[in-house]
């Protein structure tokens, strides 16, 4: 699985590790994705989302439809 946020995109950076001899190596910073399940109840069914740790409290602000409805704007199946 790719380590990209459903609601804001989030997405691996790249950069170098640097070494004591400062030597660099390539490297990734992944964001912190987690899976969650939410009761959508328009849809009477669970939805499982995978989220950053920063779009969980984003979800927990905005409301789960509100959340749903921005990712299915990104063009992202729920």
């Not at 989030?10 to 590790?17: I, V």
């Not at 969650?36 to 069914?45: F, I, V």
Request: overall charge positive.
């Amino acid at each position: 699985m790719s380590a990209h946020c459903m609601l804001t995109g989030a997405q691996p950076g790249f950069g170098n590790r640097i070494s004591h001899s400062h030597r660099r190596t390539s490297r990734r910073f992944d964001p912190n994705i987690q899976s969650k399940r939410y009761w959508l109840p328009s849809e009477g069914r669970h939805v499982r989302l995978r989220l950053s740790a920063r779009a969980i409290k984003t979800v927990d602000t905005i409301g789960v439809e509100a959340a749903v409805a921005r990712i299915r704007a990104r063009g992202v199946k729920v």
